[in-house]
């Protein structure tokens, strides 16, 4: 089955600065790879996601990049803001549904 | 509207009890899923409905049982939890098949406390 792997587990950064967590993944028919964002106590929220046919996607302050080659996609995050404080999960498409990373709780100091 | 709606929101129950957490989704999907989340963790698959049909069941204990009533509907019955079972309960919903190659949305889960 896929096995997604997540770095680093935790990110502090100065408001305003950037973020970039990392992902791989085994499974190199894998094609869809989504980002969700989970604030306290609420469920994931899906910021952003990209196909396989597409090396990079960007949507206002994030963006995501894909490596097919090397099995990695990563999130960015620019210019931070408080309210981006939160776990985000990467995640990849296995027969048994989602495969989530560990998760990266970034907090972002004002 | 992406909205995938679960109550309760909060749930305390007893060993002996028996409840239902409700799960509904009106964007026309046609899987649904279970997840159990404990703190610091990412989410863990627990049943997969696909077209109304429980497709994947992972190994999930039977005092766990789900019902999908029909395509927007989904429950998860509990009766006989034990304390290691607290923990936040998330549906999702997708349009296609349970492979997931397609958005999937969470509902703001069911914080869970067995005591």
């Known amino acids: 089955g896929e096995n997604v792997e997540q770095h680093p587990s935790t990110l502090s950064v100065q408001e305003g600065d950037s973020a970039v967590i990392k992902c791989t993944y085994s499974?190199?028919?894998?094609?869809?790879f989504p980002w969700y964002k989970q604030e306290l106590g609420k469920g994931p929220q899906l910021i952003i996601d990209?196909?396989?046919?597409?090396g990079e996607k960007k949507d206002q302050r994030i963006a995501v990049t894909l490596n097919k080659t090397a099995k990695h996609f990563s999130l960015h995050i620019t210019e931070t803001q408080p309210e981006d404080s939160a776990v985000y999960f990467c995640a990849a498409p296995s027969v048994r549904g989602l495969s989530f990373g560990a998760g990266t709780t970034v907090t972002v100091r004002a | 509207d992406t909205e995938v709606t679960q109550t309760p929101k909060h749930l305390v129950m007893g060993m002996t009890n028996k409840k239902s957490l409700k799960c509904e989704q009106h964007?026309?999907?046609?899987?649904m899923y279970w997840y159990k989340q404990k703190a610091k963790k990412p989410p863990e698959l627990m049943f997969v409905y696909s077209y109304e049909k429980l497709s994947i069941n992972e190994s999930v204990p039977s005092r766990f049982s789900p019902e999908c009533p029909n395509s927007s509907l989904l429950n998860l019955h509990l009766h006989a939890l034990q304390p290691e079972d607290s923990a936040l309960y998330l549906c999702?919903?997708?349009?296609?098949?349970?492979?997931?190659?397609?958005?999937?949305?969470f509902g703001q889960g069911t914080r869970l406390t067995v005591v």
């Open positions: 499974d190199s028919a894998s094609n869809y």
């Open positions: 964007m026309g999907h046609r899987a």
């Open positions: 999702a919903s997708s349009q296609g098949p349970s492979n997931m190659n397609t958005e999937a949305f």
């Open positions: 990209i196909r396989s046919n597409v």
